[in-house]
């Protein structure tokens, strides 16, 4: 008998937020030990004492855990200790050695199995890269550096300050003025320019094209490069954009591209921007996101491109769901 352990959080005591926790750290556990659902003979989890809301045991039944005893206990109540954890051990009737698992905010618990890692995301305009990066990242409890927001903010400055993005020498000069941040405030990244919030204002169909022409001045993408570096170096992180696998980050742990048709990036893109009350025709923002996929392929410094190791996929026919899904296998595939 070979007892393997894992651990896991969740972000709220709820129903839904512990089955996908139980589903997600089994399942991880399965893949990593190859383990078939036959040979785990018993499953006994613990919870700290600040989850009431559904017995993992229960959620590890509904995720087709049929064939085991299960058993869930509530831990004391620890001064200082993780809360919101699950953790499990399984029993199971095969000879391996135990690869364990420790998932989300558990993995402070085991720093010997969860070591720093990054990973790059990167496609077109609308292909779903930041709206799933910001999943990823909060499933994987990392942080997640939104980098097209620096390059717009400094764009947004440009355009405000009445210079042309395309003047590099002026950008670059305004650029030694410019105090750019990325705060996380109530769990939402906010990006302040000159400590203006202005996470809004650099989603605006003429801030994009002004960031993909100011991103093609050499001095200002290093200047910005090097910072994002840096913070990748540090800790654990998701960064998503164009140029993410194959020169900011071209040592990255994991690699993903992903991509879709043009007409459906440019319809995602529609709704976002109708959603928020602006009037947008929708052929003319088809027409921009093409000639800006044109724009930032053909650009001489660190194009457009998928890196030669980075796993491609076609979100075309992919609810964000569907695609989070797919970069997590490719991720355990690989470990």
Same mark, same amino acid.
């Given at each position: 008998?070979?007892?393997?352990?894992?651990?896991?959080?969740?972000?709220?005591?709820?129903?839904?937020?512990?089955?996908?926790?139980?589903?997600?750290?089994?399942?991880?556990?399965?893949?990593?030990?190859?383990?078939?659902?036959?040979?785990?003979?018993?499953?006994?989890?613990?919870?700290? #004492?600040?989850? @009431?809301?559904?017995?993992?045991?229960?959620?590890?039944?509904?995720?087709? /855990?049929? #064939?085991?005893?299960? /058993?869930?206990?509530?831990?004391?109540?620890?001064?200082?200790?993780?809360?919101?954890?699950?953790?499990?051990?399984?029993?199971?009737?095969?000879?391996?050695?135990?690869? @364990?698992?420790?998932?989300?905010?558990?993995?402070? &618990?085991?720093?010997?199995?969860?070591?720093? /890692?990054?990973?790059?995301?990167?496609?077109?305009?609308?292909?779903?890269?930041?709206?799933?990066?910001?999943?990823?990242?909060?499933?994987?409890?990392?942080?997640?550096?939104?980098?097209?927001?620096?390059?717009?903010?400094?764009?947004?400055?440009?355009?405000?300050?009445?210079?042309?993005?395309?003047? *590099?020498?002026?950008?670059?000069? &305004?650029?030694?003025?410019?105090?750019?941040?990325?705060?996380?405030?109530?769990?939402?990244?906010?990006? &302040?320019?000159?400590?203006? $919030?202005?996470?809004?204002?650099?989603?605006?169909?003429?801030?994009?094209?002004?960031?993909?022409?100011?991103?093609? @001045?050499?001095?200002?993408?290093? @200047?910005?490069?090097?910072?994002?570096?840096?913070?990748?170096?540090?800790?654990?992180?998701?960064?998503?954009?164009?140029?993410?696998?194959?020169?900011?980050?071209?040592?990255?742990?994991?690699?993903?591209?992903?991509?879709?048709?043009?007409?459906?990036?440019?319809?995602?893109?529609?709704?976002?921007?109708?959603?928020?009350? *602006?009037?947008?025709? /929708? $052929?003319?923002?088809?027409?921009?996101?093409?000639?800006?996929?044109?724009?930032?392929?053909?650009?001489?410094?660190?194009?457009?491109?998928?890196?030669?190791?980075?796993?491609?996929?076609?979100?075309?026919?992919?609810?964000?769901?569907?695609?989070?899904?797919?970069?997590?296998?490719?991720?355990?595939?690989?470990?």
């Amino acid at each position: 008998m070979v007892v393997i352990r894992g651990a896991t959080t969740i972000s709220s005591d709820t129903k839904e937020e512990i089955r996908k926790a139980v589903k997600e750290l089994l399942e991880q556990i399965e893949s990593r030990n190859a383990l078939k659902r036959d040979e785990i003979v018993s499953l006994v989890f613990s919870s700290t #004492s600040d989850i @009431h809301s559904y017995y993992p045991a229960k959620a590890a039944r509904e995720a087709g /855990f049929m #064939s085991c005893s299960l /058993f869930s206990a509530q831990e004391p109540d620890i001064e200082g200790g993780l809360p919101l954890c699950i953790r499990v051990m399984l029993f199971v009737e095969k000879n391996l050695t135990p690869s @364990h698992v420790y998932l989300r905010g558990a993995k402070i &618990l085991r720093k010997d199995l969860a070591g720093k /890692f990054n990973i790059a995301i990167d496609g077109p305009a609308g292909s779903g890269k930041s709206t799933v990066a910001k999943r990823i990242a909060k499933d994987l409890n990392i942080l997640y550096l939104d980098t097209g927001a620096m390059y717009r903010a400094c764009a947004l400055k440009a355009l405000e300050a009445g210079i042309d993005p395309a003047d *590099e020498a002026s950008v670059v000069a &305004l650029m030694r003025d410019v105090k750019l941040d990325v705060v996380y405030e109530n769990g939402l990244q906010k990006t &302040l320019l000159d400590g203006r $919030d202005v996470s809004e204002e650099i989603r605006k169909a003429p801030v994009s094209m002004a960031a993909s022409t100011v991103s093609k @001045h050499a001095s200002v993408r290093m @200047h910005l490069v090097e910072k994002q570096r840096e913070i990748a170096g540090r800790m654990s992180c998701v960064l998503d954009g164009r140029d993410i696998g194959t020169f900011v980050l071209p040592d990255a742990d994991f690699k993903f591209y992903l991509t879709a048709s043009p007409d459906i990036r440019a319809k995602r893109r529609y709704d976002e921007m109708v959603a928020k009350g *602006e009037q947008v025709d /929708f $052929d003319e923002l088809k027409e921009a996101i093409v000639n800006r996929d044109m724009q930032d392929m053909s650009r001489a410094l660190a194009p457009l491109k998928q890196a030669d190791d980075a796993v491609l996929i076609d979100t075309s026919g992919m609810s964000v769901e569907d695609v989070v899904a797919a970069i997590k296998r490719a991720m355990q595939e690989k470990i």
